[in-house]
């Protein structure tokens, strides 16, 4: 089956450095997903990407699918304390079902 | 309903008690999923219904849990004789087309078993 892996596990940052985080999947991607969740609470839709080389931006996260439709990074420029989280991305999972997969996630922590 | 919407949000139940977590998806939403959470752990896939289609129950832990889902609506996840390692939040998602659109997911329940 399909598998995501996320790195790093872990980010602390400065408040205004910009950071990235990768997601990386066993199969080709036909589409990928990534989401934020803060402490205790759901998950919250940031973009949904599916053609390889697509990037989409959202205020001052910009998220890019590779060509090969393998890995797509997810980047932040100037953080802010409001970034934090955690950042997860998921795609379907073509091998079964459609169920959607997920990586372990990325924790964000920024400090002001 | 404006978005995915879990009832309780929380729960505390004694160990051997069976529980029911209710998941509300958005109208017109035709896939439905299921994904639990552990302190410090990913998403962890429980089930997934799509339409009139049989369920897709491959991540169900054990036979303690069941789910279903009544008019292709409002789903109801069961788990009989609970115990400690069930303590987790469960997450419930929904989504218009099954892989090409985005899910949405609701604020979950944190089931913590005593």
């Known amino acids: 089956s399909q598998e995501l892996e996320q790195s790093p596990q872990s980010l602390i940052v400065q408040e205004g450095k910009n950071l990235t985080i990768n997601c990386t999947s066993s199969?080709?991607?036909?589409?990928l997903y990534w989401y934020k969740q803060k402490y205790g609470e759901g998950l919250i839709f940031l973009m949904m990407?599916?053609?390889?080389?697509e990037e989409k931006s959202h205020e001052k996260i910009t998220a890019k699918l590779d060509e090969k439709k393998q890995q797509s990074s997810l980047h932040i420029t100037a953080s802010q304390p409001s970034h934090a989280g955690i950042y997860l991305c998921?795609?379907?999972?073509?091998?079964?079902?459609?169920?959607?997969?997920f990586g372990t996630g990325t924790r964000l922590k920024v400090l002001a | 309903g404006a978005g995915v919407s879990q009832s309780p949000s929380n729960k505390v139940t004694e160990k051997g008690k069976d529980v029911e977590l209710r998941c509300d998806p958005i109208?017109?939403?035709?896939?439905l999923y299921w994904y639990r959470q552990s302190l410090g752990q990913g998403l962890e896939f429980l089930i997934y219904?799509?339409?009139?289609?049989?369920?897709?129950k491959s991540g169900l832990p054990s036979d303690r849990f069941s789910a279903e889902r009544t008019g292709g609506s409002v789903s109801t996840l069961t788990i009989q004789r609970t115990q400690q390692e069930d303590s987790a939040v469960y997450l419930c998602?929904?989504?218009?087309?099954?892989?090409?659109?985005?899910?949405?997911f609701g604020q979950g329940t944190r089931l913590t078993v005593v």
């Open positions: 990407l599916q053609k390889g080389g």
């Open positions: 998921g795609a379907p999972d073509y091998s079964g079902t459609y169920k959607y997969i």
């Open positions: 219904f799509q339409g009139n289609s049989a369920p897709d």
């Open positions: 199969k080709t991607l036909y589409g």
């Open positions: 998602a929904s989504s218009s087309q099954t892989g090409t659109t985005e899910a949405f």
């Open positions: 109208s017109g939403h035709t896939a």
